[in-house]
């Protein structure tokens, strides 16, 4: 019996990175210039960022133990502190470098890559992300690496909602020129839980953005923290509230 050929799913490579070390998806690579375009941030906008930290804390508790546990974490705060990101494959990468003869680290790989991130989702993040399509171009503006954050776009399901417009920068706020040839538009509306990033997005585009801050996850609700900024345009309690915002209906009036 003749073996049956197997085939196999096609996949969109990404382009080669540019200086800035960008990656974004082919189907979002340039596009005509639009009226309005809303850049969404992923992690604690969209997405449920926290909670998935508190689980892999109990997975590497429950794998490790305590004390090689606070080794990883270690690696991955000095990772965010060189890379301005958080890079949870790099800091397994140091670990196992330190512990070369642990196995109890594979475990930990496939929990990172197999996580069900669709049950991270905010309630009403994907009715956000359809209501502003209804009102303009919409695509995901996020930062982390070239593995694992894409990965957690595709499997949260964030990629398909967008129809596969997503940018991923070292820096996003650093690349807005980048962003503006990929994405050109009359408007942008930025949304994201960092008041430090609306805040360089605002001094950088003026009044060509609507900054839209949600108080989501640890950054945005630590008060030292948001003191350090000036407000957004438009402040929401919950990335659901988008939906039949007033403010945010006003921009288009």
Not at 167 to 175: D, F, G, L, S
Not at 212 to 223: E, I, K, S, T
Request: aromatic share 10%; charged share 30%.
């Amino acid at each position: 019996m003749a073996n049956k050929k197997t085939t196999l799913p096609k996949y969109q490579s990404l382009p080669p990175a540019t200086d800035s070390g960008a990656a974004s998806i082919p189907s979002a690579a340039m596009s005509e210039e639009s009226k309005i375009v809303f850049l969404f941030d992923v992690d604690n906008t969209l997405l449920d960022n926290d909670r998935v930290t508190d689980d892999l804390k109990r997975h590497l508790e429950r794998e490790v133990g305590l004390g090689r546990a606070k080794r990883y974490w270690d690696f991955f705060e000095e990772l965010r502190e060189q890379l301005g990101y958080a890079d949870y494959l790099g800091a397994l990468q140091r670990y196992r470098a330190e512990y070369p003869h642990d196995m109890r680290l594979l475990t930990v790989s496939t929990f990172l890559i197999n996580y069900p991130f669709a049950n991270r989702l905010y309630p009403g993040s994907l009715d956000a992300l359809d209501h502003a399509r209804r009102l303009g171009t919409v695509t995901l503006l996020t930062d982390g690496d070239v593995v694992f954050q894409p990965n957690k776009v595709h499997r949260s399901g964030l990629f398909e909602a967008v129809e596969g417009r997503m940018m991923v920068y070292v820096h996003k706020e650093k690349n807005l020129k980048d962003v503006e040839a990929r994405f050109p538009a009359e408007h942008y509306v930025m949304v994201d839980d960092k008041l430090r990033i609306l805040t360089a997005l605002k001094k950088q585009w003026g009044k060509r953005v609507t900054t839209v801050f949600v108080r989501q996850g640890h950054y945005a609700l630590d008060p030292k923290i948001v003191r350090q900024y000036p407000q957004a345009d438009v402040t929401l309690e919950r990335i659901g509230e988008l939906v039949g915002s007033e403010e945010i209906e006003k921009i288009f009036k």
